[in-house]
Nanobody, 123 residues
Framework: VQLQASGGGLVQAGGSLRLSCAASGRTFANYAMGWFRQAPGQEREFVGA????????YYAASVKGRFTISRDNAKNTVYLQMNSLKPEDTAVYHC?????????????????WGQGTQVTVSS
């Protein structure tokens, strides 16, 4: 399984970006997918996740109401729509495949990780 994240960039505070994560393999639809982020000198933190069908999502409190996760199982792709971006959202964003169908916030419940895409929000 390979995960390829894209869509990062430089944006002003208040702006929007949409990240994509394309997955290889034929079992994408069987697993939950998550997004995590890591700022310099900080631990990788949970951003949000979506269950196998796309019917359930869960977000970290810091992004709830601003970020939206969706998935297209026909395209083996998960998305992270980020609105009202803040400078504190600056980080490398990683997508990851869950070990099961249902959402988890824990890093060790994800077994495959993408390489990450840089998001920089200027003030």
């Amino acid at each position: 399984v390979q995960l390829q994240a894209s869509g990062g960039g430089l944006v002003q505070a208040g702006g929007s970006l949409r990240l994509s994560c394309a997955a290889s393999g034929r079992t994408f639809a069987n697993y939950a997918m998550g997004w995590f982020r890591q700022a310099p000198g900080q631990e990788r933190e949970f951003v949000g996740a979506i269950n196998w069908s796309g019917g359930s999502t869960y977000y970290a409190a810091s992004v709830k109401g601003r970020f939206t996760i969706s998935r297209d199982n026909a395209k083996n792709t998960v998305y992270l729509q980020m609105n009202s971006l803040k400078p504190e959202d600056t980080a490398v964003y990683h997508c990851a495949r869950g070990r099961a169908r249902f959402i988890s916030t824990k890093r060790d419940e994800y077994d495959y990780w993408g390489q990450g895409t840089q998001v920089t929000v200027s003030s």
